[in-house]
C-alpha cells in the first residue's frame, strides 16, 4: 500500500508539473512580445483623412499590418512604391481593412498635410483599409526608427529612402521586413503566408486560362518595372497607356525619358510637363534602366503594340465593334 500511496503522489505531482510547465511557456511567450506597446512610441498621427489617431493603441494593436514611408514630392522610388501597394490593395479584396491594414507614413510631414495626401491617395485609387498619416517631424523620425524604415542619409536627402514595407502581426508579436517595390503578386502571397490565412490571396486559374510563359527579359522587366502604373492597349492606369507609344513619340525621347525621367521633367521638357500635369502629378520615377534594358523594353513595347493592333483588325474584320480610343 505504502508504495501505491508513492506511486499515486508521484503521478499526481508530476501531472502538476506538467501542468505548470504548459502554462509557464504562455505566459513568458505573451510577455516576450516587446514589438508591442511598450516599444511602439503611441505618437499622436493625423490621417489624410483629418482624423486623430494614436500609432499603436488605434493602428495597430490587435492588428495586422503593412506599414511603409513615403512623401509625395518624391521624385524617386515613392511613386512606384505606391503603385505597388495599390496593386496589392486590389488583389487582398475584402481583406483590407478587415484582416489586413495598410499604412503610408510621410517622411515629409511639414509639408504633407492632411489635404495633400488626400490628393496623393486619390491618384492611386487608395480605398477603405489603407491610411497616409503625417505628424510632427520630431514623432515621425522616432516612429520610422523603430519600424526600422529609416536610414541615417534620410536627413540629407529623402530621395533614396529605404524602400522597405514592414508586415506586423501584433497578436503574434512578429514583425518582417520586406521590398515595397516587389512584384505585388509576389507581395501578396507573402502576406498571405506571414499572416497565416488559410484561404489564397489571388484566385486560382485553370489550366485553361492559364498563359503560355514567356520568360524573356522584355517582359520581365515590364510587369516587374512598370505594369503597375500602366497598360500597352489596356487604357490608362495611373500613368498613361503605353499602346503604340513607340510610333507616337520620338524613340529617342522615349529611351531618355525611360532612363532619366526626372532630369527630362526638371529640364521644363514639354512632354514630360504635359504627362507630368495631365496624370495628375504623380511623377515617372527613375527606374535606374541600363540602356540594354531601355532598348529591350521599347523593342517589347513596340512588339506588343504591334499585337494588340493585328488583334483590333481581327475583330473590326469579324463585324464587331471596337472600343472607342481614350482621349487625350
Not at 64 to 91: F, G
Not at 226 to 240: E, K, N, V
Not at 252 to 276: C, S
Request: hydrophobic letters at 40%; aromatic letters at 10%.
Amino acid at each position: 500500500m505504502n508504495a501505491l500511496k508513492f506511486f499515486a503522489s508521484a503521478a499526481i505531482a508530476k501531472a502538476w508539473l506538467l501542468a505548470l510547465l504548459m502554462v509557464v511557456p504562455l505566459h513568458d511567450a505573451a510577455a516576450a512580445n516587446k514589438w508591442g506597446a511598450d516599444y511602439f512610441p503611441d505618437i499622436l498621427l493625423t490621417t489624410h483623412e483629418g482624423q486623430k489617431v494614436r500609432f499603436y493603441e488605434d493602428l495597430v494593436k490587435g492588428k495586422s499590418v503593412a506599414i511603409n514611408v513615403i512623401y509625395t514630392s518624391c521624385k524617386d522610388e515613392c511613386p512606384l512604391e505606391t503603385a505597388r501597394m495599390a496593386e496589392v490593395q486590389r488583389l487582398m479584396g475584402d481583406r483590407m481593412g478587415k484582416d489586413i491594414f495598410f499604412y503610408s507614413i510621410s517622411i515629409d510631414p511639414e509639408k504633407d498635410t492632411p489635404t495633400i495626401l488626400k490628393a496623393y491617395a486619390a491618384n492611386f485609387g487608395v480605398g477603405p483599409g489603407w491610411l497616409f498619416l503625417t505628424g510632427k517631424k520630431e514623432d515621425i523620425k522616432l516612429l520610422t526608427r523603430k519600424l526600422g524604415l529609416s536610414r541615417l542619409n534620410d536627413a540629407a536627402s529623402k530621395d533614396g529612402h529605404a524602400t522597405s514595407l514592414m508586415l506586423g502581426n501584433d497578436p503574434n508579436g512578429q514583425w518582417m521586413r520586406n521590398s515595397a517595390v516587389d512584384n505585388p503578386r509576389f507581395l501578396a502571397t507573402t502576406m498571405a503566408n506571414f499572416f497565416g490565412w488559410k484561404e489564397p490571396v489571388l484566385p486560382t486559374a485553370s489550366y485553361a486560362q492559364a498563359r503560355s510563359l514567356d520568360t524573356s527579359r522584355a517582359q520581365f522587366t515590364f510587369e516587374s518595372r512598370c505594369a503597375s502604373c500602366h497598360t500597352i492597349g489596356g487604357g490608362d492606369r495611373i500613368g498613361p497607356d503605353l499602346g503604340q507609344v513607340t510610333t507616337r513619340r520620338n524613340p529617342v525621347w522615349i529611351a531618355r525619358y525611360l532612363k532619366e525621367p526626372d532630369k527630362v521633367l526638371a529640364e521644363g521638357d514639354p512632354i514630360a510637363m504635359l504627362l507630368f500635369n495631365y496624370y495628375p502629378k504623380v511623377r515617372m520615377p527613375n527606374l535606374r534602366l541600363g540602356d540594354e534594358d531601355v532598348a529591350v523594353l521599347i523593342s517589347y513595347l513596340a512588339m506588343q503594340s504591334a499585337a494588340a493592333e493585328k488583334a483590333k483588325r481581327t475583330v473590326a474584320a469579324g463585324g464587331e465593334r471596337l472600343p472607342e480610343p481614350a482621349k487625350r
